[in-house]
Nanobody
Framework: QVQTVESGGGLVQAGGSLRLSCAAS????????MGWFRQAPGKEREHVAQ????????YYADSVKGRFTISRDNAKSTVYLLMNSLKPEDTAVYYC????????????WGQGTQVTVSS
């Protein structure tokens, strides 16, 4: 099993920045990537970014390209999401999840952290 815990959400004004953290623990070797997702009220969940534990080019949704940066610290089994130039439409609950080696699917979701961007 893999456990993930998000932190770092909060209230910020438009144009501001926040950094989210996702600490993973457990059988991390059963995973090969970590991803950030978000879900706003009444909207579908959006895959925001992904990074592989082994490196390579990260994935970003078009809606956050150029503003968000995903990074990892393998020694701490932690993934970060630095969010700059935040917009009110970035308001959502942000979740991290681990991508399984055996199925390729995302699993082991965290409890989420609220990000609210005021205009």
């Amino acid at each position: 099993q893999v456990q993930t815990v998000e932190s770092g959400g909060g209230l910020v004004q438009a144009g501001g920045s926040l950094r989210l953290s996702c600490a993973a623990s457990g059988r991390i070797l059963d995973t090969y990537a970590m991803g950030w997702f978000r879900q706003a009220p009444g909207k579908e969940r959006e895959h925001v970014a992904q990074i592989n534990w082994s490196g390579g080019r990260p994935y970003y949704a078009d809606s956050v390209k150029g503003r968000f940066t995903i990074s990892r610290d393998n020694a701490k089994s932690t993934v970060y999401l630095l969010m700059n130039s935040l917009k009110p439409e970035d308001t959502a609950v942000y979740y991290c999840a681990a991508r399984r080696l055996d199925t390729g699917e995302y699993d082991h979701w965290g409890q989420g952290t609220q990000v609210t961007v005021s205009s």
